[in-house]
Nanobody, 126 residues
Framework: QVQLVESGGGLVQAGGSLRLSCAASGRTFSLYAMGWFRQAPGKEREFVAAINWSGGTTDYADSLKGRFTVSRDNAKNTVDLQMNVLKPEDTAVYYC???????????????????WGQGTQVTVSA
């Protein structure tokens, strides 16, 4: 089991940056694959970024490649999402997710994950 808490959301202007952080409980954090998802009002939850247990493999939604970067620090039990050149369409609640996994691959669907944080609001103004 793992408990997740997101932080770092806020209001920024288009073109700005934010860095989200996900803090995880437990001493086996390094055995979990992690993901970031987002959900805007009236829309389905969508994949943002993922990182495997070691941090050696990452993946991003096609529309976000080059703007978003996911990283992890297993010693600190944290996963970060650096978001650059933000656009109004990035406005959403961003969620951190975890699943028990020590395989190389990452996971890009919400159903692949067992544990979720409560989310943090990101609002990008035009």
């Amino acid at each position: 089991q793992v408990q997740l808490v997101e932080s770092g959301g806020g209001l920024v202007q288009a073109g700005g940056s934010l860095r989200l952080s996900c803090a995880a409980s437990g001493r086996t954090f390094s055995l979990y694959a992690m993901g970031w998802f987002r959900q805007a009002p009236g829309k389905e939850r969508e994949f943002v970024a993922a990182i495997n247990w070691s941090g050696g493999t990452t993946d991003y939604a096609d529309s976000l490649k080059g703007r978003f970067t996911v990283s992890r620090d297993n010693a600190k039990n944290t996963v970060d999402l650096q978001m650059n050149v933000l656009k109004p369409e990035d406005t959403a609640v961003y969620y951190c997710a975890a699943r028990r996994s020590t395989v190389v691959r990452v996971f890009t669907t919400p159903t692949s994950y067992d544990y979720w944080g409560q989310g943090t609001q990101v609002t990008v103004s035009a």
